[in-house]
């Protein structure tokens, strides 16, 4: 066969149909006739080219094959890329992709990389990885590690992980290497330093889960040393508690995951797991989140009415509840019983029952007959908001006795609705649309529609109403649905209709989620007569709406879809569009769907579903769309030329011809300038996606006078068939004012020029192009690897002349090439120049830098650190300790800089990295030595107009730093308070004590009687080491505890209670005011119980009168 028989036999085909014709080649598998039909194609146009390409992919003998592999270096950059990716999936061996891999065009390699991951063609990758590696660097070889064999992975993750960029890829495609290599480099990691390999493998670590959960786990017990649980791994945590749930139990409700846990008890999964785990594991996690309200209210839900008491009870084991307040929304939760239990407790509570609107809103908590007096007088009052408020809790109350009688009832009561004001009417409405709908029964429909009759007919009735009503009626056509009550159904339509008009569009919900399997067939029988009858009148919302509410379990449903066909003849052009639509909504009937549309009106092309159809199916009715002239009727005028917007994944299944057409039609929109601007613009993108278009019919834009064109065409210029031919074009623009966007469309294009080449035509930009084309050129350059890029960076770099952007973009540039001399040298020099130079060789962090290097670079960013440039300097500092490690003079540059009082400036900055430092681990020393340093120092000046204690503000702020380490990490956090031992004046260092001590430790009790000992100043210097005992609790804290964590460290109330009795016993002043601190912190935790109420008793008669005082400021209520 010919090619020209071919296409012209396929022409006037559907699209489907075509590919079935050129799939039927496969009876020419491995005669010359096919070699010479596919070598005919492969010398024409786009189009002809693609064909051959799917004729090549259907056959796949060993001709077709060859024509896949020779396809690969086609100029036209979609048809190289399908190449590549066919060549790949049909095992077209490795040779073929190494040819010419040494200078292939950086789009042609990724697509490469993208193929061979997604086929898993370890073959290919195994062949690749080390020749990608050699010409092209780590950063592009190891995008194929999760394609390649175990084997290749392990022998080189070692000296690519630094450049691997899906960890989570590796990790699913080989878990055992994944986990090898975590596990070795977190052991051989400092402390510090875990928490960023953390984030680098958790991904990675993740997805290799499912393999071996328990050696995850094991990684976590071991290596955890983050305050927190590694953000990737949330998604597995249910998974790691079904396979270890006792040690995920001990991990998760430890003082360091316990933040965590809150955060994860979001997931269901997680909490699905806990819900199977036995009472002790369970109270363990309720025990653990009981002082969140959110994440305890997660928890209980988690679980069945039935063991939700038992985990309520032990969450708050050791609580005293006698005067607590639980959060409504917490309530809610509970099971009936201990509802009413706590609802009745809460009510006795002193300021619950003197608090008009909590003692309301806990009275719809009781049952329904209790809380009624209260609830219905409400209902009664003459203000119009607390009517609003009786009514939502009077019928919230009722839902929750989760009885349809009571229900009834209520709904029987509120015959005074009807005389309300909209807002009273939309509490109530809005009330009961949130009830649970597995209440509604048939007998409940008479009240409602009553309700919906006046709310409707009132003259206020507002939007929000009617929403309300809205989702009433979908409440009781679901339930309907779900039971086969075709009353219930017929009810909720009819408030549906009377609706419409009203409240626009209802929505029914997802049907098709709550309907069990086969029921959408009984409930489209059971409303066939309404259905019928609707249609007789031109009334067809009842089928839109059930169509909807189904999805696609409508496709299936003959009486459905005769009902749609039926709406095709509507009146209503909103209605017809719709019906049209949904229609044309099953893909199995589309394409003959769609014929029968336009054989009745051809202007419904105009329709978005129809235009989608066609475009993509019945791609022989495209001559309706194309033609130039656009077919009169409903949906268009015939003076109107209709050129709708094509997607280009609608275009690939066109002929050449049809192409062609659109062509023409949006050339006629882009070259007339009475158009307006938008809609040009809007054509001449279009223009840039249409399948083999040559950059030629853009061209005469490129030159337009009106920058909206001009730019438009630049930019599409870099999305045609041959983007590496349009690199002139754009480098003409660098000069001018469109250098930015001309530069930007480049870098596009410049992916599919050899690198080789790229030189040459960027040359002229380097050289006199606009700042931002040169800045763009260099970037270019080194992101494609061009050869010798680095030299052309280094000259432009050396350019005595060169603009500070440029150079500043040069030394950003550069950072990853520090393998290269040059680069290295520009980035010394760019360190010890001006600021804006300087600023370019921060933010890169160590593990992004190959470990040979690290020294370097920690070096640089020393020098950036120890600049004169104070604003500089303040920029490299916070940087500093990630570098500490390879840079050992770090600390003594920040402690000089903390103890240098000739200037106020930086040593904020510089408290801050030493410290980081010292929690790592370097610089103790420095630190210690620079405490001792202002401590000696004279309390001088002092009250001066400009300085007032510059030594003492700083040490105390020293001190305030290592308390925030402390509460962050207790255990890192003890280096630093080593290294103060012995240096701080007596009261710091006893606030330091205070703030750290380990109330785990076996001798907390002799270490605090020493601390009391020790505290022998005045009261008020006394009081400020009390109150660092319990740090947190301050009114920040008691304004936002539910939102706010407690330090690591923190005691629980009942273990705190005898130290605090201890210490008051004493008599004296420290004993005293330490143990009221304690009370006064830890006891509100515990909801003041009445051991801790007599504590706080005897603390006013302690003998001595600041210790009173200040245990009557300590309150167990408030007025």
Known sequence: MRADELLTEVEPLPFGE????????????????????????????????????????????????????????????ELACWSIRLAVKHGVGPEAFLAGLDDAPAAIRSQIYDAV???????????????????????????????????????????????????????????????????????EAADWLRAGLWGRYGPGIAAAVDHDPGRVVGLLERFGGDPDLPSALDPKVGVLLEAEPVRMIELLTSERYRRSLHRVLWRRSVRDRLAALGDGDVARVARAVREDDSALRLLLKAFP????????????????????????????????????????????????????????????????????????????????????TGYALLIACAGRSREPDTLTAMLESLVRLRNEQDPVRYSALDALAKIPEGLLRGEHAAAVGRFADDALAARDCSYMTRQALGRIAAAFCRQGAIRDDADLVVFGLGLVERLVGHAGAVFLGRLDHVLRHGQEFRLAETLAPHLDAAARRDDHRLALLLVRALGRRAH??????????????????????????????????????????????????????????????????????????????????ADVTYVPHMTAAWMRRWTSRQRDAYLGLLARIAGNEEQPGDARASAIRTIGTVPGVDAARLRPYLDSDDDLIRRTALTAVAWTASPQAVMPDLLAH????????????????????????????????????????????????LHNRVPDALDLVAAAWDDPGQHRDVRAAIASAVRPYLAEPVARR??????????????????????????????FYASLVMRVAGSGDTEARDAALPYVPQWAQWAPDAPVLLAGLVTDLGTAQGWRPALDALVRCVVAGFGAAEFGAAASALAAVPDEPSADAERDLPAFQRLSELVGAVRSAAGRDRDTAERAIAALDGRLPRDLACELEAATLRWDAPGIATALDALADRCTGGALATQQVAEALVPWADDTWLQFAEYMSLPAGTPDPEAVLPHAERLAARGDLAGGLFAAALAGGHAPRAGWPAPWRAFLRTLRAHPDPDVAYTARHIHTAEE
């Open 18 to 77: 075509r590919c079935r014709r050129l799939a039927d080649l496969r009876g020419l598998a491995g005669t010359p006739e096919l070699a010479a039909l596919l070598g005919e194609l492969a010398g024409r146009g786009h189009y002809e080219r693609s064909v051959g390409l799917f004729v090549a992919s259907a056959v796949r003998d060993e001709a077709s094959l060859a024509h896949i592999a020779r396809a690969m270096g086609d100029a036209d950059a």
């Open 117 to 187: 991951r997604k086929r898993r063609r370890t073959d290919v990758a195994d062949a690749l990885v080390g020749p990608v590696a050699d010409r092209w660097g780590v950063e592009e070889a190891a995008a194929l590690l999760p394609a390649c064999s175990a084997e290749a992975v392990a022998e080189r993750i070692d000296a690519f992980a630094r450049a691997v960029p899906n960890w989570a890829s590796l990790g699913g495609a080989h878990p055992g290497v994944m986990l090898d290599h975590a596990e070795q480099r977190l052991a």
């Open 305 to 388: 009415p039935s063991r939700r008491e038992h985990v309520f009870d032990a969450a708050m084991a050791g609580v005293d509840l006698s005067a607590a307040e639980l959060d409504e929304s917490l309530l809610d939760v509970l099971p009936r019983a201990l509802r009413v239990r706590e609802a009745r407790r809460m009510l006795r509570v002193r300021q619950v029952a003197e608090t008009p609107a909590r003692y309301w809103s806990i009275n719809a908590f009781l049952p329904y007959d209790e809380g009624l007096p209260v609830l219905e007088a409400l209902t009664r009052r003459p203000d119009a908001d607390d009517r609003a």
């Open 556 to 637: 299936h449903v003959p009486r459905l879809q005769d009902a749609l066909e039926a709406a095709l003849d509507a009146r209503s052009d909103a209605v017809l569009t719709q019906a049209i639509a949904l229609w044309l909504a099953p893909p199995d009937t589309r394409a003959d769907r769609v014929g029968r549309v336009v054989a009745k009106d051809a202007s419904a092309v105009a329709v978005p579903a129809v235009l989608a159809a066609i475009a993509r199916d019945r791609t022989d009715l495209l001559h309706l769309v194309l033609g130039g002239t656009t077919p009169p009727g409903r949906f268009q005028r």
């Open 734 to 781: 660098a000069a001018t004012d469109h250098a930015h966007v001309a530069m930007y469309a480049m870098t596009r294009a410049a992916r599919f020029v050899r690198p080789s080449e790229l030189a040459a035509l960027l040359g002229p930009a380097l050289r006199e192009g606009k700042i931002t084309a040169r800045k763009e050129a260099l970037r270019i350059l």
């Open 826 to 855: 520009i980035l010394t020099e760019a360190a010890g120049g001006p600021r804006d130079l300087a600023r370019q060789v921060l933010g890169t962090p160590p593990l992004a830098v190959e470990e040979r290097f690290r020294g």
